[in-house]
């Protein structure tokens, strides 16, 4: 009897036990997650309701609103764009669910990799994206951590880009509150494909995951769901009403339904808290530490086109130019020194001067004829002239540039000074003779000049475009132009208001196409005037088209016109890059 006692207990004992362990080996049920709650006036960064709502937890995948918000950040840069070709990596296309179904070596477009993340919350897409600008998973989730502490999420680490489980990866509700913050204001162009119920992403439509909360709550515009075993199920979310804008958080529901009762609540007393009337404080742009260092769009193939279907367009990044793309200045004569050094630095000049002499006249009517006669090289004739050497209207002092430039070894021959004969030197040395020729000035025009904001103003008001004149427009290397206002448009149907250079300036960017060619002309000056550091250079050329007026800046570099049109792009205005 007590044998058969014992061998009852024993059986007990090793069905407690492996009960005990079968339920040790399961992962934590959703409801097991710890519950936090934070509620944010969006229009001023205060808190009005928090429940442990600076204890570290799993954010899930809230954490691909950082994965975007650094994407943007780049775009902003210039040194990505939407339209970007991104190479996926091994470590993206291993991602486990949600996926859109990447490949490895696969060849997608930022655009399809933001719009996947965002709304359907794909795992393989975030890491991609995070690969793509930081190099691998761990190079990435540095940059995310040092961004995280420049907005003031202090309670937060990251490990990966997407919120998959991680020793470390931590974060708060009131971090992420913060990040929904910066997202809305940081970057408001984005901010709608949070609100978008489905979109486009390349492979697949997608449906956001948060569109059941979206559709039930009055005023929901976002922001980011979250689940994982570990997290729950999470939610960042935004509201208006009435213009006031609440955002909150909530980590560890135990369901969707259980996630978007409680966000409602939250919602619901942020806006009876709020005050009707608060004034809006804008949050100042991040300082990242080390963020010029960071190592930036390792994963984008340099062989593949910028766009899809484009022409092999090389993207490549320079972070820190060694040197300035600023031409060095010709040496005075003092600086010089000596006669063969004066000769020598002016060769290049030279050489340019005896092509352009003896080249046959543009035809009339071509952009080079009109830019030729506003530079001044072509007589009423219309034949073309040599290197301008009066500095005003006064005549030619021969004898004293002879003796200024006899004692350097340089003998000026004046005699040819009436007639258009091109720049020469003899092949004698060391004493070099030289025949320079008097172009007559350009004759000085006397709109007058604006600043840029003036400029704007006025072309916003409806003044003709020809009568307006910005700062920014004029080369401050010639002072004569400092006299000078841009030129009467041609008459229709092609409208050329600006000067343009040759030499790699083939390119060009297309802003719009307008109605009217009165409509196309502000656009353009406007363009010019907002993006004046690298759109200055440019000629401003209205073209008719059937239809309406393409509004166009010519006479860039390639480099020039693809700069200007990322930087357009990213505040979500139309350009697309003219090649040669």
């Known amino acids: 009897m007590a044998k058969q006692l014992g061998q009852y207990a024993r059986f007990l004992i090793f069905c407690f036990g492996f009960g005990l362990i079968s339920a040790c080996s399961q992962p934590f049920p959703a409801g097991a997650a710890p519950y936090a709650a934070h509620v944010m006036d969006a229009r001023t960064g205060e808190t009005l309701f928090a429940e442990n ?20 950040q780049e775009i902003e840069k210039g040194n990505i764009s939407l339209d970007t070709m991104i190479r996926v990596s091994a470590n993206a296309s291993a991602q486990p669910p949600s996926r859109l179904g990447l490949k490895t070596g696969q060849k997608i477009s930022l655009r399809y990799l933001i719009r996947a993340a965002a709304v359907k919350s794909a795992n393989d897409a975030a890491a991609a994206i995070g690969d793509a600008i930081g190099g691998d998973t761990s190079g990435f989730a540095s940059r995310m951590t040092k961004t995280a502490k420049a907005l003031g999420m202090k309670n937060t680490t990251f490990k990966n880009a997407n919120g998959l489980t991680a020793q470390g990866h931590l974060s708060t509700a009131h971090d992420m509150s913060i990040l929904g913050r910066r997202l809305f204001y940081d970057f408001p162009q984005y901010y709608n494909i949070f609100s978008r119920r489905s979109t486009d992403a390349g492979l697949a ?7 059941r909360f979206l559709d ?17 199920f999470n939610l960042t979310a935004s509201a208006e009403r009435d213009g006031v804008r609440i955002i909150a958080t909530v980590f560890g529901g135990k369901s969707t339904a259980d996630r978007n009762a409680k966000m409602a609540k939250l919602l619901d007393l942020g806006f009876a808290k709020a005050p009707a009337n608060a004034q809006v404080n804008v949050p100042t742009a ?21 766009v899809e279907g484009g022409a092999g367009k090389t993207l490549r990044v320079a972070m820190n130019p ?18 063969a050094e004066v000769v020598a630095s002016l060769d290049a000049g030279i050489n340019a001067a005896l092509t352009e002499a003896t080249a046959p006249p543009p035809e009339p009517g071509t952009l080079e004829y009109q830019s030729a006669a506003l530079d001044g090289t072509l007589l009423d004739g219309g034949a073309q002239i040599g290197t301008e050497i009066a500095a005003d209207d006064s005549a030619v002092d021969a004898a004293g540039i002879n003796a200024a430039l006899a004692a350097a070894g340089v003998e000026i021959d004046l005699a040819a000074a009436e007639a258009p004969k091109p720049l020469t030197i003899s092949a004698a040395a060391p004493t070099q003779t030289v025949a320079l020729i008097a172009a007559p000035r350009p004759p000085k025009r006397n709109k007058p000049i604006y600043d840029n904001a003036t400029a704007v103003a006025l072309a916003d008001a409806g003044a003709p475009a020809a ?10 290397a010639d002072p004569t132009e400092m006299a000078m206002a841009t030129p ?6 092609e409208v050329v208001t600006r000067v343009s250079t040759s030499g790699g300036r083939q390119f060009g960017i297309n802003v719009g196409s307008y109605p009217t060619s ?15 550091a690298t759109l200055s250079p440019g000629l401003r050329k209205v073209v008719q088209r059937k239809g309406g007026y393409e509004a166009n800046i010519m006479g860039l570099t390639q480099q020039e016109a693809d700069l200007a049109c990322r930087k357009l792009v990213a505040r979500n205005l139309e350009c697309t890059t003219i090649g040669a």
């Open 467 to 476: 009568d307006i004149v910005s700062d920014a427009q004029l080369v401050a």
């Open 216 to 232: 039930a709550y009055r005023g929901a515009d976002g922001i980011k769901t979250g689940y994982t075993d570990a997290a729950g």
């Open 518 to 532: 009165y409509d196309a002309e502000r656009a353009v000056l406007q363009m010019q005037l907002n993006e004046s």
């Open 322 to 339: 060694a040197t300035s793309p600023r031409p060095i200045a010709r040496p005075t004569l003092e600086e010089a020194g000596s006669a």
């Open 205 to 211: 439509t997608v449906n956001n995951t948060n569109r």
């Open 286 to 306: 991040p300082v990242i530490e080390g963020a010029d260092d960071e190592m930036l769009l390792s994963q984008i193939d340099e062989s593949l086109p910028e």
């Open 488 to 493: 009467e448009p041609e008459p229709e149907p």
């Open 53 to 72: 709502a600076d204890t570290r937890l799993h954010p899930a995948s809230l954490t691909k609103m950082m994965t975007l918000y650094i994407a943007f």
